[in-house]
């Protein structure tokens, strides 16, 4: 009896029959003994998967053969790409082809069943669970989100209820003094008069007693009043005021209510799980308490307007003449470039392949500066070209005024083509006043410091007016004048006022954060480089200031 079976039948060789098996052919299903493997194998015109007894596999369900009845297709022709059984490899259809054992790739295909499974066991399926909870997590805390947004609503609403009610009182309470003032004149008059009369009638009565009399005495001493009282007391003139209301400008009130951000909805589909693990947010960068300059570059301009970054360490700028310079931080001058046209340049812009883009608002065009070479790419009619800035997918937006100055766009070029003008609002209204300096956002927002209407103007990437920033409320005092523009990794709003020497920052939605000071005087231009290093042209010292502010 075989050892390993004492309790059991010997199992036998399926060839010679006497000798106790060892192994087993699953193609064939064929149990063989040791001596007779290497005979089962000299068929080398079959393929064959021999494996020790003891790990054999249960007995597959193989599909029969829909071609010889009673026989199962155990195999599979890979140029045909169906089962076939063994009378089908044995007729010759398949010869030359390459024939493949189920069982053959049943080891690979179970590991790789093994792998799916982990993977979704461990990896697929928590994610989609983590993400439905997520997705309840986000339903349940609707309810208090929107909840805030309309406390604060209803907050802000309170707070005007209760400025409007101050101007009332006010109004109410500058209503009475003036009334009372008015009455208390007419009172005075009216004693006036009143005294007067009496003496009138005292003058009468007299007069009346004298008549009566014969008292020749009273009558020769008689002087008469009547020239005193011919002049009539003064009398009491006034205009009454009058209440004036000014029509009510539903878009400022809304302005001065508060912007509510759109809702932004957006569905990724397709994303495998490696690319949205990939997806990330910029890291946030939080404001510094006090921004702190890093270096000054004198540029040697008379009077500088522009700069723009080509790296962390060399920095365009345009001044007041005809040579736009390249600068590193120690004002080493690395390079210069003289216009095309001799003309001032009007703005100047980097591309994102490195290249200088100019305007020339004398000649109507827009410039572009490769290997030293100029070459017009744009050339408008009926409007001149102002400032210019490079887009995310390598665009040109391009701010422009008409030739008479009454009109004022933004216009988006791709190359030479004109793919987007922006002018009007939802209303049919002038969305700029001027063509000013111009930026866009990380969230697509092309923002422009429109100095003529003392706001800086920001639409989507449709166009469509999102909010006017017109100052922060602190500012009393002077009116405010944007003027360079830019923003950066976190979608900050940064803009030059020159009349109060500062910079202000803005989040994407228009909200106020705090000014950079950092003694500037008269910032002009603006860029930011990748690290979100703040460039700082000042007009009149003709220096770019290095400011590190997050």
Known sequence: MHPRRSAQEVLLCNLCGTVPLESRCEVYNINLCKACVGEHFSDSSKQHY?????????????????????????????????????TCISSGKHKGHKISEFLEKLSSKTQSLHKD???????IYPRYEEMASDVQTEKAEIETNYGKLTTFAEQRGEILHREITAILNQRKSAIQEMKNKHLSTLNKNTEEITQKMAELKQIISDLKSILKSNDVSLTSTYKSRNSEFRTLPPKVRATLPSFTPQKI???????????????????????????AEAVSSPPVKPLLDDPCLTAAIDTGY????????????????????????????????????QTKSGNYPTDIAVTRDGYLVYTDYSNNTVNLIKNKKIRTVITLQGWRPLYVCC???????VTMDSYDGEQSKVVRYSGSTEKQSIQFD?????????????????????????????????VNQSGKLRFRYTGHPS????????????????SHILTAEFNNDCIHIL????????????????????????????????????????????
């Open 249 to 275: 400008n539903k878009d400022q009130l809304n302005e001065m209510f508060g912007c509510l951000s759109p809702l932004s909805i957006n569905t990724q589909h397709g994303d495998t799980m490696k690319s």
């Open 475 to 490: 500012n009393t005092w002077q009116s405010f004048n944007p003027f360079g523009i830019t923003t950066d990794s976190q």
């Open 50 to 86: 021999v494996m020790p007894y003891l790990q054999r596999k249960s007995t597959p369900n193989y599909p029969k053969c829909p071609k010889h009845a009673n026989e199962l297709c155990k195999h599979h022709c890979e140029k045909c790409g169906i089962p076939v059984c063994i």
């Open 117 to 123: 499974l982990e993977e979704l066991e461990t990896r």
């Open 391 to 397: 887009t995310a997918g390598n665009d040109l937006l």
């Open 302 to 337: 008379c009077n500088l307007f522009s700069v723009s970054c080509l790296s962390e360490d060399q920095v365009w700028a345009r001044g007041e003449n005809k040579t736009m310079k390249l600068l590193n931080p120690q004002s080493k001058l690395l390079t210069s470039i």
């Open 426 to 458: 939802d209303q049919g209204r002038p969305l700029y006043s001027s063509g000013g300096y111009i930026s866009e956002n990380r969230n697509l927002d092309i923002c422009v410091a429109d100095c003529v209407a003392s706001a800086v103007v920001v």
């Open 507 to 550: 989040d994407q939605d228009g909200q106020f954060l705090r000014y950079i000071h950092c003694d500037l005087h008269a910032p002009w231009g603006l860029c930011v480089d990748i690290r979100d290093n703040l460039f700082v042209a000042e007009c009149v010292t003709a220096k770019v200031k290095k400011i590190q502010y997050l």
